[in-house]
């Protein structure tokens, strides 16, 4: 059985084990819920808040006290609604957009006031930076705030008044900034719609289900996605990047909790207009807000993303060239132009797979003192101000803004700004924990789906090479297979130099990213989170080689040998970083992170 033990005693000698205290049967290991609770546990995260912070957050009560409206702008007349995954539990903004006579736009979007509650040096500050996000699991979600906080005295609930800053913009018919402010007010959100709802009241989607109380604001709905088209228009010719990567949908039996499947989570068309709906009012807050602490000069905390690995691009120009595309990779230096190259691979068959590949090319975001500039979403000036609820850093900028709105005396002194550079690394670090937690997570639950499959045959694609093998993804269910190299058939293969392919030495049998394969599930470890599997005769495009190429590669790689193991295991992890485990909020299913952009 799994336990926990606190060690009291290490040996002085090899031959002697350590003494401890026996603190928790967990349970057998490879059940889904010891599995995840080991997981939560070797991360040192905990699911409970301390008591200080819980008692704080209750202590706030349930309603808002009229003497905290003081100093604030009434906006509760405006008919804001907040829009949200059906199953949502905590709903950070609230949106209107109104279009004038002369078709300029007015949008203001609503975001809840956390910094009002959450104050410096308090234990519930000490407890959101210490998480620093919320983290989505298939089966629950763990909160960055206390839930008095997170779904209720800060959640804009509809027909109740709740604290906000509210960002409003003034745009022109082409969606032009003209004029924007912060606001510090409070709202009174009028109803709670949802993706689908809204996705239907607009007739993008003629799938259920029917939401009369979104149908109820159908025109200004279309209204906000009018505004939200152009938007998005505007952002896609300065170069923002749009890859289309599969998410994973892990589908739990609703009595015992146990996984049963892992699909491929693909959303409606129409049902993905009513998430850009949103995703453009809240970039275009990111943005107003950013480039008004810009021009206060106030310390804060940035979103920075660095411009992609130049390595990588050539890897990813080699295979361009494989499948026929022309791609420089100088070129990626350029948002522009890499979006408008990405924009050619729309119809291209092998898109998911390039989009993948350029993904790995790309550096991950983080969080900074300095304003770098968002490379993905080609902007100069990007910070987190829209989920202060589930990420620490928006709660920072609304701090930092709060205190210029209300006059305060700005902290700009090099001790502040090293306070922010270390909650800034926190963050980043805190992000991708969370990232790695939810990822190894789908991963243990699709491996305890496929443990049932064993001997099973499935038809995927080539999507990763590693130092033990390749990576093949499978659609139905949605996971991904390791096939070692000495189940890829008999012959021994090694890596290329550009780690695209690997070939076989005597055969000159080639099997490159892209390819497909048909394999048959060997095994299944569930404490490495791996399914195994074995290529089958007869599958991919390598049954049917280049003779002369692939001799030639063959012996390049024989003459080389240059894999080493640390690439290898940089290229694992790659790998692995690139398989689905993000989907959007729905029913029983992996719940996980809004786009961190």
Same mark, same amino acid.
């Given at each position: 059985?799994? /336990?926990?033990?606190?060690?009291?005693?290490?040996?002085?000698?090899?031959?002697?084990?350590?003494?401890?205290?026996?603190?928790?049967?967990?349970?057998?290991?490879?059940?889904?819920?010891?599995?995840? !609770?080991?997981? *939560?546990?070797?991360? +040192?995260?905990?699911?409970?808040?301390?008591?200080? !912070?819980?008692?704080?957050?209750?202590?706030?009560?349930?309603?808002? $006290?009229?003497?905290?409206?003081?100093?604030?702008?009434?906006?509760?007349? *405006?008919?804001?609604?907040?829009?949200?995954?059906?199953?949502?539990?905590?709903? =950070?903004?609230?949106?209107?957009?109104?279009?004038?006579?002369?078709?300029?736009y007015?949008?203001?979007?609503?975001?809840?006031?956390v910094?009002?509650?959450?104050?410096?040096?308090?234990?519930?500050?000490?407890?959101?930076?210490?998480?620093?996000? &919320?983290?989505?699991?298939?089966?629950?979600?763990i909160?960055?705030?206390?839930?008095?906080?997170?779904?209720?005295?800060c959640?804009?609930?509809?027909?109740?008044?709740?604290?906000?800053?509210?960002?409003?913009?003034?745009l022109?018919?082409?969606?032009?900034?003209?004029?924007?402010?912060?606001?510090?007010?409070?709202?009174?959100?009028?109803?709670?719609?949802t993706?689908?709802?809204? !996705?239907?009241?607009?007739?993008? %989607?003629?799938?259920?289900?029917?939401?009369p109380?979104?149908? /109820?604001?159908?025109? =200004?709905?279309?209204?906000?996605?009018?505004?939200?088209?152009?938007?998005? +228009?505007?952002?896609?010719?300065?170069g923002?990047?749009?890859?289309?990567?599969?998410?994973?949908?892990?589908?739990?039996?609703?009595e015992?909790?146990?996984?049963?499947?892992?699909?491929?989570?693909?959303?409606?068309?129409?049902?993905?207009?009513?998430?850009?709906?949103?995703?453009?009012?809240?970039?275009?807050?990111?943005?107003?807000?950013?480039?008004?602490?810009?021009?206060?000069?106030? $310390?804060?905390?940035?979103?920075?993303?660095?411009?992609?690995?130049?390595?990588?691009?050539?890897?990813?120009? %080699?295979?361009?060239?494989?499948?026929?595309?022309?791609?420089?990779?100088?070129?990626?230096?350029?948002?522009?132009?890499? &979006?408008?190259?990405?924009?050619?691979?729309d !119809?291209? $068959?092998?898109?998911?797979?390039?989009?993948?590949?350029?993904?790995?090319?790309?550096?991950? /975001?983080?969080?900074?003192?300095?304003?770098?500039?968002?490379? +993905?979403?080609?902007?100069?000036?990007?910070?987190?101000? %829209?989920?202060?609820?589930r990420?620490?850093?928006?709660?920072?900028?609304?701090?930092?803004?709060?205190?210029?709105?209300? @006059?305060?005396?700005?902290?700009?002194?090099?001790?502040?700004?090293?306070?922010?550079?270390?909650?800034?690394?926190?963050?980043?670090?805190?992000?991708?924990k969370?990232?790695?937690?939810?990822?190894?997570?789908?991963?243990?639950?699709?491996?305890?789906?496929?443990?049932?499959?064993?001997?099973?045959?499935f038809?995927?694609?080539?999507? +990763?090479?590693?130092?033990?093998?390749?990576?093949?993804?499978?659609e139905?269910?949605?996971?991904?297979? *390791?096939?070692?190299?000495?189940? *890829?058939?008999?012959?021994?293969?090694?890596?290329?130099?550009? @780690?695209?392919?690997?070939?076989?030495l005597?055969?000159?049998?080639?099997?490159?990213?892209?390819?497909?394969?048909?394999?048959?599930?060997?095994?299944?470890?569930?404490?490495?989170?791996?399914?195994?599997?074995?290529?089958?005769?007869?599958?991919?495009?390598?049954?049917?080689?280049?003779?002369?190429?692939?001799?030639?590669?063959a012996?390049?790689a024989? /003459?080389?040998?240059?894999?080493?193991t640390?690439?290898?295991?940089?290229?694992?992890?790659?790998?692995?970083?690139?398989?689905?485990?993000?989907?959007?909020?729905?029913?029983?299913?992996?719940?996980?992170?809004?786009?961190?952009?």
């Amino acid at each position: 059985a799994a /336990a926990v033990v606190s060690i009291s005693r290490f040996p002085d000698l090899p031959e002697e084990n350590p003494e401890g205290v026996l603190e928790a049967v967990l349970g057998a290991p490879g059940d889904p819920n010891v599995e995840v !609770a080991k997981i *939560l546990m070797r991360e +040192g995260i905990e699911e409970e808040h301390p008591p200080e !912070a819980i008692a704080e957050a209750e202590a706030f009560g349930g309603e808002v $006290p009229a003497e905290a409206l003081e100093g604030r702008t009434d906006l509760t007349h *405006l008919p804001m609604p907040t829009i949200d995954p059906e199953d949502a539990r905590d709903h =950070d903004d609230a949106v209107w957009v109104v279009r004038e006579e002369d078709g300029s736009y007015r949008a203001w979007i609503a975001i809840a006031d956390v910094s009002h509650y959450v104050r410096p040096g308090s234990a519930l500050d000490q407890a959101a930076l210490a998480r620093g996000n &919320s983290i989505y699991l298939p089966d629950r979600a763990i909160p960055m705030l206390p839930r008095a906080l997170s779904s209720n005295l800060c959640s804009l609930l509809p027909g109740v008044v709740r604290l906000c800053l509210c960002v409003e913009v003034e745009l022109d018919p082409a969606a032009t900034v003209r004029r924007a402010r912060v606001i510090e007010g409070y709202i009174r959100s009028v109803a709670k719609l949802t993706y689908p709802g809204v !996705a239907r009241a607009l007739g993008f %989607t003629a799938e259920p289900p029917r939401s009369p109380e979104a149908e /109820a604001y159908r025109n =200004d709905l279309q209204v906000m996605w009018d505004l939200a088209r152009l938007l998005r +228009g505007r952002r896609m010719r300065r170069g923002a990047l749009d890859l289309d990567l599969p998410e994973a949908k892990v589908v739990l039996d609703p009595e015992t909790g146990a996984p049963v499947d892992v699909q491929k989570r693909s959303h409606d068309p129409g049902v993905a207009k009513a998430y850009q709906l949103i995703e453009e009012l809240m970039l275009l807050a990111n943005e107003t807000c950013a480039q008004f602490v810009v021009d206060q000069s106030i $310390p804060t905390v940035f979103r920075y993303h660095a411009p992609p690995d130049q390595a990588k691009l050539e890897r990813f120009a %080699t295979m361009c060239g494989e499948l026929g595309l022309a791609f420089d990779p100088e070129d990626a230096a350029d948002p522009k132009k890499l &979006s408008v190259f990405l924009k050619k691979l729309d !119809a291209h $068959p092998q898109k998911q797979v390039l989009h993948m590949l350029l993904l790995r090319a790309m550096k991950q /975001a983080v969080y900074d003192v300095a304003n770098v500039g968002h490379f +993905g979403l080609a902007s100069s000036a990007y910070l987190h101000f %829209t989920s202060p609820i589930r990420r620490y850093p928006d709660i920072t900028a609304h701090r930092a803004i709060r205190a210029v709105l209300r @006059g305060e005396r700005v902290d700009r002194s090099e001790a502040a700004i090293e306070r922010l550079r270390e909650a800034a690394i926190m963050a980043s670090e805190r992000e991708r924990k969370a990232m790695e937690v939810e990822r190894e997570v789908v991963d243990l639950h699709r491996a305890l789906v496929m443990r049932s499959r064993l001997g099973d045959i499935f038809e995927g694609t080539v999507t +990763g090479i590693v130092g033990t093998g390749v990576y093949v993804n499978i659609e139905d269910p949605f996971v991904d297979v *390791l096939v070692r190299m000495e189940s *890829l058939g008999p012959d021994q293969y090694e890596i290329d130099d550009e @780690g695209l392919r690997v070939i076989g030495l005597r055969s000159g049998d080639r099997i490159a990213i892209g390819d497909s394969m048909l394999v048959q599930i060997e095994d299944v470890a569930i404490l490495r989170r791996t399914i195994y599997g074995r290529r089958l005769a007869g599958a991919g495009a390598s049954d049917e080689p280049r003779p002369r190429r692939a001799r030639r590669d063959a012996a390049n790689a024989r /003459a080389t040998r240059r894999v080493k193991t640390s690439k290898s295991t940089k290229a694992a992890k790659g790998a692995k970083a690139s398989k689905g485990g993000k989907g959007a909020k729905g029913g029983k299913g992996t719940k996980v992170r809004k786009k961190q952009r």
